[in-house]
């Protein structure tokens, strides 16, 4: 049963992990951010550039601009991006991990967040803003080589103990706790384990 729900865990962390290591490849020559948000509400974004995964979360965001963003990567250093200027904030960071705390000011045209995408000069979208609209939230920034490890965990820990069983079947040793079976293959004297003979190698 510990097996069956060990290959499950593994199984089902594959799919992030490749997703992961898809968006850690692509994050160096595009930038990808999936992006949530509902008027006077949550405003949820994950983008990955540059090897690292930046979590957004911001409080009675402006509009609604629900949407898949995604941008080549400019002299800027910066893919999509919601202008924001902070008011007072706080940050802390170690190890290539970084947490910011701020309240920030967004500007809007027309009730309409303001987007920069490379394309659109920054000042130019700012002509437009005919108010400032304060949100208050967080940026969790983590490298895309810790999410991986950790969604690659199950995998590994699973591809050791199908390897490790592999081995003790074919050494003709008990597959649960690995005892010596071959003077005794009809039963496991050490945990009372009883596997089928046709499993083990004769004495």
Not at 21 to 29: C, F, K, P, Q
Not at 77 to 100: A, E, V
Not at 147 to 158: M, R, T
Request: glycine content about 10%; hydrophobic content about 35%.
């Amino acid at each position: 049963m510990k097996r069956r729900l060990l290959n499950a865990s593994a199984g089902i962390s594959l799919l992030p992990l490749i997703a992961t290591t898809a968006l850690w490849v692509s994050s160096y020559y595009r930038y990808e951010s999936p992006t949530y948000s509902r008027a006077n509400g949550i405003f949820l974004q994950l983008t990955s550039w540059h090897g690292d995964l930046v979590f957004d979360l911001e409080k009675n965001w402006p509009d609604d601009c629900t949407g898949y963003y995604t941008a080549l990567p400019s002299q800027e250093g910066i893919g999509p991006l919601f202008i924001c200027y902070p008011g007072n904030y706080s940050s802390i960071g170690r190890f290539g991990f970084s947490y910011t705390s701020a309240t920030s000011y967004v500007p809007t045209a027309k009730g309409r967040s303001l987007c920069y995408v490379h394309e659109k000069a920054a000042a130019e979208l700012m002509n437009r803003a005919d108010q400032w609209r304060p949100v208050r939230g967080g940026e969790l920034s983590v490298p895309d080589a810790f999410v991986c490890g950790i969604f690659g965990l199950l995998p590994a820990i699973a591809g050791v103990a199908t390897f490790q069983r592999r081995r003790w079947r074919l050494g003709g040793l008990c597959l649960q706790c690995g005892y010596d079976l071959r003077g005794t293959p009809e039963r496991c004297p050490e945990c009372g384990a009883m596997p089928a003979k046709k499993k083990w190698l004769p004495p």
